[in-house]
Each structure stands twice: as C-alpha cells, then as structure tokens.
C-alpha cells in the first residue's frame, strides 16, 4: 500500500499530550513544545516548482478524547489579512485560511476536512471521491484563531466521536493546506501538482500515531429540535396555520467507522434557499441537497451515476410529503469495503391523493487496486395502500433501480475514470430500460484530456433519481492545453475545446454543440474565459423557447445558431469583487439572445459581506413571442457579529417567474453544533406588488453528547 503512496515518506509523527490543551491560540503548552513540527511546505500556486515563500508550521497531539492541531501562519508581507466575513464554510479561494485534509482509513478517497479563515470562521467537511468536499456536513468540534502583527495561529480540538475511523490503525493519510492572498500563494505540507487541488487525497503524507488512537467509546449523540411559527398564504385566501413541531436525530455509532443515523419528523426549515436561475432549458434544473441528515457518507448514495445520470437523488424524499422518520447505516465495515443501507418512510398528502411512500436505498462499494473501487446499489420506491382517485394524479406503485459502476483512479491521480450500468423496473415499462455510461480523465501540468459516452434507454425510469433526459446517446471528447509564460502578470493561458453530441438509437444526430474556448489566469488569481459555440437542436418534444408559457415551437422543428461570449473573475484580494459574462448569438427560430450576468461582492471584513448577482435575458424571436426579456436579481447580505452569530438576508427578483423572494435567517450557534434559528420568509407577486405567501418560523436545536 505505502509504496503505491506517491507522498508516503511524508510523516508527522503524533504522540499523546503530556498535559491539558486549552483551546486559546497560543502555543504555551508543554505538549505543543514536545510535539514534531510539519513544516517547509511546498508551493502550489502561482507555480509548483519550489518550496512556500510562506512559513506554516504544525503541530499535533491528542488525549483520550481529543485530536489536537494547532498551525502557525506567519506572515510573508505586511498587511491586513484578507477574508469575507465569519460566516461558516466560507469560499476557500477568497479567504486567506487554513485547512487540514484527513484521511482516517488511508485509502486516499474518503475522509474529512477541518480549517478556518484568519478571522476565525470554522469549516468543515465530508471529503470523497479522492479530493472533493462536502461542506454541507457539519459537526461538533472547537477552535479558536489569534491574530498578532506578524503571524495568525489556529487552534483546533476535534473530539474523536466527530469523526469515523478505523479501530487499530496507526496511520492515517493527512495533508494540510495554506492559501495567503497578499502573497496569491497556495501552499502544501506535501507536494501536490498546480492541477490537482490541496485536497487531493492522493498526495497526502501519513500521520503516524505511537499507539492507536483511543476508540471513541460509548457514542450516541441525541439532537431534539422544537419548533414554532405560522404560515399564511395569501395567494389562495387561506387562513394563516400555526406550526407546532417536535423531533429527534440520533447518531449511533456501531463502531468507531460505522454510523447508524435515525431521524424522527424531521424539519429542515432552516436550510438555506436555492439561489434561482432563469430556465431556458428543455429540461429539470438541478439543486444540491443541503438537508443534514442525508449528508454523512452521502457519496454513497447520491454519486452513483454521473451528473445527469443519477439512480439517487435525496430531494425526492421529503419535499412533497413530509418524512415521517428514517434510516441510515453508512460507513465502512472494513478497510476496504463501504456501505451505505437508508430507509425512509414519508407520510400521504391527501389533497393531491400521493399515498404514503417507503424509500430504502442499498449501496455497497469495495475497495480495488491503491484508489479504485467497484460499487453496487439497489433503490427501491414503494407506495403503500394505494387506492387510485381518478379525480387525482396518478402515482406508481412502485420504482426500482439496481446498478454497478467501476470507479478509476491511478496512484499519482493523473488517469481517472468511471464505467457505470444500471437498470430500472416499473409497471408497464420493460425493454430498452437499460443506461451505459463511461468516461475516462488526463490531467498532466500542461495538457487535459477526457473521453466521455452515455446511452439512457426511452423506458429506463429513475423516480427518486436525477435523470432529466432520456433515450439518447451521447459523445462528449475534450482536449485543452496549458501555456506558462514567464516574468508575466498572466500565469497560465491556453484553448480549451469541447463537443458534446446527442443521438438516437439509430445514431443519427438529434442536438449537439461545439466549444470554443481560451482561458487567461492571472498571477493575481484573476482570470478570463473568450470563447465562440456553434449549435444544433432537433426538437423532440414541443418547447418554448422562453419557458414562459407562451406558444411552442413544433416537434421536429431544426435550429441551428453560433453564440460567443466571455466570463471574468476579479482578484480576490479586494475588498471589492467582482465578476461578468456575456453571451451574445443565434437562438431558436432565426431569433437572436444576448444575456448578461454580473455577480459582485462588497465586504467590510470580518463582520459584513454584501452581494450581488444579477441575470438579464433580451431575446428576440418571430411572433408570438416578439422580444422577451428577464431579468434576475439576487443581492444578499451576510452580518456576522462573531463566528458563532450569523444574520442573512437574500432576496431574489425573478421575472421569469413573476415572483419577488425575501429570506431571512438569524443563526446563533449558543453551543457547538446546537443552534436557534429565526427564519422569516415572504413571496410577492412584482406587479401589482402584493404578498403570495408568508412564513415566520423559530427553531431550537440541541446536540447532546451522550
């Protein structure tokens, strides 16, 4: 196994604390005194051919309840540091912060990611998949950062029942992760090539523990919640409903790697809103799920698949019906074996006759070669006690899925890929109900190669899943290549191509598109995109071409056009940001589209951030539809008073669906990962201005440890 680890003879060796932590950032314990130092970090950005310009150093210990780090971030120039605000799980790429990737089990795919920006924001993750990470998950753990004239330091206590791990190993893959913005540096303790990022898990060194870290013991965390508030809706004259709500999470933990999560009329109330866009696709938009009780493990489940390929996707539970309780076993049973096993239950909603459903997910994954790994899964969706009311829409009595999917990845990451096959089962629904899909990666310094090809049959079916297209086959090559000048303010500069055909199955051509494109990036971590895009659609279902129930254009109907356009991201180091990209070119029917989009950013840091995107839409196309245009508009103000007290507003104007969106939250995280929330939340309908609908809700939340 370690002589497969490209980064294997990087080492921290941990040793037991030799006396009590407090978590103050200062260093003045003798356990910090007698711990090893990781330190010379590596440069990873501008360039990744020399040691950091910027010092960090790190240490580690640990007790019978904690994991311990404290890192020290000196400062190369003089200056303000260079951070958004307190809020939680800030963007990594506008926060001078530190970041620690840790890879419990050492299989260089899973684990978990901990860190804070230098004003002291925690973040905090999932990571899978070798390198990407979930900051949707949250957990209970402590940390602290001090500021001083020449340097910044981050302390941090993690209690072991936060985190899974396997009983009895005394190595676990680590890497730790730096990025200062005056300097535009990003650095790492080990090597990592400039296209991977810091948290590839392929480039990790080892922490070396000199015994096994103490099992976490008797582990079952209670997490009630309590709920209050009132509902109005305007729009259909309704009286106003007063909630009055109660419910439980629990976690258990079978063993130090294995979770079991139970939920009990579960509310996600608090959950951040979707940010909108204005749809002018043929086909269902997708929104991440940022519900906390599917996140732990949850690659498990929702990565199955490929983007618009998805067996599973949690937000078809619980959105139309609510979730009664649940279920989720999830982990690894062994080194190198996953499993994940989810069972939900919602309950019947009577005015639209959908019955009560059962949901029960089986997915399990083994371990091949140094990074790869073969996956099964089973989905299955049950309606219980049906009885059909033909006044009413109709619902399947049941869905089902099975799949399997080779995941690839080389030891030093330059090769990844994925062969994936599933099959769905569903009344009166068989033959061509079958999906193959495969890609296969290269990602060298310079040049950036992929292959990808899909075949979805007309009847396959995935109705908890996220497949918003079927009975096609598609090709999708890309080839792009990176230049590196040098003594220049530009970094890295070079043409990106891509096509992406779609055919039926008799393989003649149904819609593609070709890509165009050349990126800049600047030293100053700018960067720009121009690029130029011919495509062809063949109609296969009726569509208008606004999405805004006007007339639609006729099946079978030819549209070809070509469209160019840029995008640019300003540096990040000012305290004003800010971003455009344009798109000017043919559309459907000989029309024409230009739209418009900038997103900018203002913050007096650390306590405010404000920002602003904004969406315009001009299209032109023959009667009836003339020339239509949308506008979005989206500013949002974050207020935060101190990393454990958050105010949001977000309001969102969208003219394609005539509709006015004010959210409010007030988070104050009283104890770590025990929060009360207000949330206030208000639709409009723009002209004439009146209220749709409206919602007031307080919420109390409580981890307890037990």
Known sequence: MQAQKKNGSYKLRIHKSSSPIKIDG???EVSWQQAESASDFFMVLPMDTSHAKVRTEVRMTYDDQFLYLIATCFHAVPGPYYVESLRRDFAFGKNDNFLLFMDPFDDQTNGFSFGANAAGAQ???TMYEGGKVDLSWDNKWESVVKNDDDKWVFEMALPFKSIRYKKGISEWGINFSRLDLKTTEKS??????????TASLAYSGILVWDQPPPPAGANISLIPYVLG?????????KPSEYKKEIGLDVKVAITSSLNLDLTVNPDFSQVEVDRQVTNLDRFELFFPERRQFFLENGDLFANFGYQTIRPFFSRRIGLEAPIRFGARLSGKPSKNWRLGLMNMQTGKVRELGLPSQNFTVASLQRKVFSRSNIGLIFINKQSLNYQRDSAKPAFSDYNRNIGAECNLASSNNLWTGKMMWLK??????SGKDMVHAAHLQYSSRRLFVWWQHEYVGKNYNAETGYTPRRNYIKLNPQIGYTFFPKGSKVLSHGPK??????FNESFKRTDDEHFLGYIIAFRNQGSF?????????KLLLPFDPTNSLKDTLARGTEHRWYAYGTDFISKPQSVFTFGFSTRYGGYYAHGTRLNLTADLGYRVQPYISLAVNTSYNHITLPMPWNKTTFWLIGPRLDITMTNKLFFTTFFQYNGQLKNMNLNTRFQWRYKPASDLFIVYTDNYFPAPLSVRNRALVLKLTYWWNM
Do not use: C, I
């Open 529 to 537: 995109l121009g690029w130029v895009a011919h495509d062809y659609v």
């Open 123 to 125: 973040w905090d993750g």
């Open 229 to 237: 508030g009132s509902v109005k809706d305007y729009e259909n004259n």
């Open 424 to 429: 769905s089962f569903s009344p009166k629904l």
């Open 497 to 502: 191509f891509f096509y992406g055909g779609f």
């Open 188 to 197: 790492s303790w080990t090597p990592v090539p400039r296209q991977f990022p």
């Open 26 to 28: 200062v260093m003045d």
